[in-house]
């Protein structure tokens, strides 16, 4: 017997879950494109993504994805030729170096592997060693999704000023945005990147650029830009249709504008605070749960407060997976990028997505149907994780 039956939930790292308000804003039929509804809208959405992102800069939209968003903040400011320093600690950071690459870039990766934070000393040597300032941008992944590392970033605007190098600062935000803290201007960021379906509870299909004065400068200075991902004319739309580099992507922006009033009502400190509690209860019931089941990243200020890498004995990640969504109606997230030669198909990795819309009972309710996988495909544990969680969550609340 199956007892998946009810509403499913997918607890993964994006798309994450859209709240029924979002999906039902995007229940209407077409607009008149050219009436001042959608320049308003568009207005107003740009001041709260700035809000959420903690910036007075500028924002771009683009109809496309984290991906988009990558190739969108490298065209504007990488010329080919050109090198960009990557410190990575996960696929996704390999990810955005080899979209670098494939406009032309220099690319110069460091390899941070996939259980620590960047370190913020070797981004320090790599700028010391660069004498003739050849590095145009360092490209830092905030919380690598496939790892569930996060990184300090405003430790790197740190490095980057004592050591006088004029590189920009570039952070993905994909996966940490509308999750937790990210300051954009107080930590020195130039340039930031996400897209809509993570923490911003949107379906995908937007990218974001955000970027300040610095980076604009440095747009300005380039060559060429290609035409659709120029952001200029994106910010400073002399019509309409440059606002998107063509027709506005009009169902995904009601729905912009719906999740962006609940981060709004909630503030986004709240939204910070929430993601934070959540995360920290899940971790009580893995850490409950005990070996050999293991949190990928063993220092709590080191985690990402949206996603979970968790390490067990392979194959028990994907037999653990397909019991729950085949019999408890919650799908967790696959080990993506941890294979290696011991367990090249990552089976002794799964990850919990705990981002955007979610509560303490979705937490409980996924942490729940885990411990009962656990117990069902007798894979060692100690009873009790659920228990561990619920008092976590009991005493965030206070
Ligand atoms: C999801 C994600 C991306 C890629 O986003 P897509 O929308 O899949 O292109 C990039 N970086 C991080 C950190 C992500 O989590």
Redesign the pocket.
């Known amino acids: 017997m199956s007892l998946a039956n009810g509403r499913l939930h997918m607890a993964l790292?994006?798309p994450s879950v859209m709240p029924d308000a979002v999906l039902q804003a995007m229940q209407r039929p077409a607009p008149d494109i050219y009436a001042p509804e959608l320049n308003e809208l568009t207005q107003g959405l740009i001041r709260d993504l700035r809000y959420v992102a903690q910036t007075d800069g500028h924002a771009a939209i683009y109809i496309a994805?984290?991906?988009g968003a990558w190739e969108a903040a490298l065209s504007n400011c990488i010329a080919p030729g050109e090198t960009v320093l990557v410190p990575t600690t996960g696929i996704?950071g390999h990810?955005w170096a080899e979209m670098a690459r494939s406009i032309g870039a220099e690319v110069e990766v460091l390899e941070h592997g996939r259980t620590t934070p960047i370190d913020p000393d070797r981004v320090r040597q790599a700028l010391l060693a660069d004498g003739g300032q050849k590095i145009k941008a360092v490209l830092a992944?905030h919380?690598?999704?496939s790892t569930s590392v996060r990184s300090d970033i405003a430790a790197l605007r740190k490095v980057l000023d004592e050591v006088g190098h004029p590189a920009l600062l570039m952070a993905?935000c994909?996966?940490s945005l509308g999750c937790e803290e990210m300051r954009m201007d107080a930590w020195g960021v130039d340039v930031l990147v996400s897209?809509s379906?993570?923490g911003l509870m949107v379906p995908?299909g937007l990218g974001f650029v955000w970027f300040n004065e610095r980076a604009a400068a440095v747009r300005a200075a380039m060559p060429r830009v290609s035409g659709y991902w120029d952001w200029a004319p994106r910010v400073e739309p002399e019509i309409f249709y440059q606002y998107f580099g063509g027709t506005a992507p009009t169902h995904h922006l009601w729905a912009l504008r719906v999740a962006l009033d609940m981060i709004r009502a909630e503030t986004i400190e709240g939204v910070w605070a929430r993601h934070r509690s959540l995360a920290r209860a899940i971790w009580a019931a893995v850490d409950h749960w005990g070996a050999p089941m293991v949190l990928n990243v063993a220092n709590p200020a080191h985690r990402s407060c949206a996603v979970t890498a968790v390490r067990i004995s392979p194959p028990d990640g994907d037999r653990l997976r397909e019991w729950c969504s085949a019999n408890a109606g919650v799908t967790l997230g696959i080990g993506l990028g941890m294979g290696d030669k011991n367990d090249p198909t990552a089976s002794g990795v799964f990850r919990f997505g705990h981002m955007g819309h979610l509560n303490a009972t979705m937490v409980l309710g996924m942490l729940g149907s885990v411990e009962a996988g656990l117990h069902a495909l007798d894979i060692p544990h100690q009873s009790g994780g659920v228990t561990a969680a619920a008092c976590q969550i009991s005493a965030e609340v206070g």
């Open positions: 790292p994006g994805n984290g991906h996704f990810g992944v919380t690598d999704t993905d994909v996966a897209a379906q993570k995908p």
